[in-house]
DNA sequence: CGGAATCCTCGAAGATACTG
DNA sequence: CAGTATCTTCGAGGATTCCG
């Protein structure tokens, strides 16, 4: 807001709140919005998946990088994890309450994303046309 | 370099079902969702700014990283950017209306992080004090 | 001032193999 | 089935230099 400051080592230029929100809020951002988090966390909305069913939704997805980040997601207290005895190991992975609570702001990018892909595809195509010329 | 070495990483489009949609949302978001986007479209919200003012806002930036994210931003249509002639070359980056539509979804995860910051360091911690014992 | 061009590193992600 | 354990590669990102 009233960030007309500049100085060279405590930028000041944020909307409402402190440098540390920012930076805190970025790397917050960062261990959520990743490439496969927001895929999964919607995979688990509509009901709770076990490890290779949620590997088969993810198609492209490395069973380590799905279990990097469904561990992060647990640990960040967005999906919650399961073992069910059986003759064979089954684990199923849940959304938490907490988890929930991201469902409306994710839901929001996601609509974003089909309402305007066309005026970003479009963008892109006179960008491009603008460079190669 | 031979290509026939590199594996191909595999395709990002699936025929046909449900998880398409979201495959290419997610290409999507990956565009807009990277470490520094979200920051510099919140700078930019406020007023244009000239790069080295955003590279100012962005501590820890690089040039080149700061160089290519606008760069990325400029071709999916979220900023413009403008050369202003004069004495010494001058390069203003706003924001476009279609980046505008962004700041509501882009405040709204902003503020779940302010919001549940704290629920999220409790299950860390919970989290780590499981796995460590 | 606002970049482009190089060089380099380092850690994330892939491939593969093994296990309770 | 649901992972762990290694090894390797590869490319994004940092540091530096130069330039209109």
């Known amino acids: 807001m009233s960030a007309n400051n500049r100085q060279a080592h405590s930028p000041e230029y944020y909307p409402?709140?402190?440098?540390?929100?920012?930076?805190?809020?970025?790397?917050?951002?960062?261990?959520?919005?990743?490439?496969?988090?927001?895929?999964i966390l919607f995979a688990l909305c509509s009901k709770p998946l076990r490890f290779n069913e949620i590997k088969r939704c993810m198609d492209g997805?490395?069973?380590?990088?799905?279990?990097?980040?469904?561990?992060?997601?647990?640990?960040?207290?967005?999906?919650?994890?399961?073992?069910?005895?059986?003759?064979?190991?089954?684990?199923?992975?849940?959304?938490?309450?907490?988890?929930?609570?991201?469902?409306?702001?994710?839901q929001a990018l996601f609509n974003w994303t089909i309402e305007y892909s066309s005026d970003v595809t479009l963008a892109q195509a006179e960008f491009d046309a603008r460079t190669t010329e």
Chains 1, 2 share one sequence.
């Not at 929100?21 to 895929?39: F, P």
């Open 16 to 39: 409402g709140h402190s440098c540390e929100d920012k930076a805190s809020g970025r790397l917050l951002l960062d261990q959520i919005t990743d490439k496969w988090s927001v895929s």
């Open 61 to 106: 997805i490395t069973q380590k990088s799905l279990t990097q980040c469904l561990r992060r997601l647990e640990r960040n207290g967005i999906i919650a994890r399961r073992v069910i005895p059986s003759s064979q190991i089954a684990v199923e992975y849940s959304i938490t309450p907490l988890g929930r609570t991201l469902e409306a702001p994710f």
